[in-house]
């Protein structure tokens, strides 16, 4: 994967997820289902995109729950934290 892509799925991956880039490049979310932020890298964003991409049409529906438990390196806020803005 170029660094070109990288970005480009990073990005596409915040805007789906209407992620928060922190100050030290990583990156916030907040999951409705849970209720808490997960911070991640760059990798794990982009691991989203290959799975709204993927060509079997169950992964594409699936892509987020998939994603969810793919990505054991997101890490879990405590509640009541949120990134400063």
Excluded: N
Excluded at 24 to 53: I, K, Q, S
């Amino acid at each position: 994967m170029t660094t070109e892509t990288l970005e480009s799925d990073v990005q596409r991956a915040a805007d789906y997820l209407s992620a928060a880039q922190l100050p030290d490049g990583r990156w916030a979310y907040f999951a409705l289902e849970t209720g808490r932020w997960y911070v991640m890298g760059d990798d794990d964003m982009a691991r989203l995109v290959r799975y709204l991409d993927h060509e079997d049409p169950d992964v594409r529906r699936a892509a987020y729950s998939i994603w969810c438990t793919a990505t054991p390196t997101a890490a879990e806020m405590p509640e009541g934290w949120a990134p400063e803005e």
